[in-house]
């Protein structure tokens, strides 16, 4: 698979994950997204937009 299809994939999966209002994350996702958010809300962190971090992740900047 190539990194182009492995995102394909991943926007998949987690499209038809985040519909659902009774999806449970597990315990560390919650821990990360707390800490990202604690990051950001100390401006030692600042959130980009998915296609751009997309873009930079498979080398297309």
Known sequence: ???EEKFKTLDYIWSSIS???DVKF????ERE????EERVAAGL???I???TARA???GAV
């Open 56 to 58: 930079f992740l498979t």
């Open 1 to 3: 698979m190539t990194t």
């Open 26 to 29: 597990p315990v560390w996702h």
């Open 49 to 51: 937009p998915w296609k």
């Open 45 to 47: 962190e600042r959130p």
């Open 33 to 36: 997204l707390k800490a990202t």
């Open 19 to 21: 519909v659902s209002d």
